[in-house]
């Protein structure tokens, strides 16, 4: 079942892997509507965005995330 919405507990969840990263808040976006494929890309401003994935099951994809944070920052 996809997801549809973004909520505020896995936005936690999320700022939660940020955090342990050492990424300060204010330059994580993190749209409310997921998207297939979701993504993490460096925005031209130096944010970084977060689109979790709307087909992967939410926890899978999370494991993911730091690997494609680090890969998105190399970029």
């Not at 976006?29 to 994935?53: H, T, Y």
Request: glycine share 6%; proline share 7%; aromatic share 6%.
């Amino acid at each position: 079942m996809p997801l549809e919405v973004v909520s505020f507990q896995l936005i936690s969840r999320i700022l939660d892997v940020t955090d342990g990263l050492g990424l300060n808040r204010e330059w994580v976006e993190i749209p409310l509507s997921p998207e297939s494929p979701g993504r993490v890309r460096k925005l031209q401003n130096g944010k970084l965005e977060i689109i979790v994935d709307a087909d992967q099951p939410f926890d899978a994809w999370l494991g993911t995330l730091e690997q494609q944070i680090q890969r998105a920052q190399s970029s």
